[in-house]
């Protein structure tokens, strides 16, 4: 059975960092798309960042150059390291695994984890 398990988040000031990690079990991450997506309060779902099979990663645009997503696949572990924090960062943040990467990008996952609550103060 597979389970994607959060940790990491909380609160933080505007400009600090947090960084996030996804245990996982009954999943290889040679296997899957690992990726991060976030849901803000009253919104959808978005993607966030995305690393395939190879370490290659992607980012949204309103985060690129803020975070950075890397993983260690011999301890099945997925990170998200969080820099210049921003209010408007403030989101519930799952770790996401897919099949197809692609499918991370679209907001869409094939196994999701409960998620964890970052909230950003002014």
């Known amino acids: 059975e597979v389970q994607l398990v959060e940790s990491g988040g909380g609160l933080v000031q505007s400009g600090g960092s947090l960084g996030l990690s996804c245990a996982a079990s009954g999943l290889r991450f040679e296997d899957y798309a690992m990726g991060w997506i976030r849901q803000a309060p009253g919104k959808g779902l978005e993607w966030v960042s995305s690393?395939?099979?190879?370490?290659?990663?992607n980012y949204a645009a309103s985060v690129e150059g803020r975070f950075t997503i890397s993983k260690d696949n011999a301890k099945n572990t997925l990170y998200l390291q969080m820099n210049s924090l921003k209010p408007e960062d403030t989101a519930m943040y799952y770790c996401a695994a897919a099949w197809e990467l692609i499918k991370l990008s679209r907001g869409s996952a094939d196994h999701w984890g409960q998620g964890t609550q970052v909230t950003v103060s002014a």
């Open positions: 690393i395939n099979w190879r370490g290659d990663s």
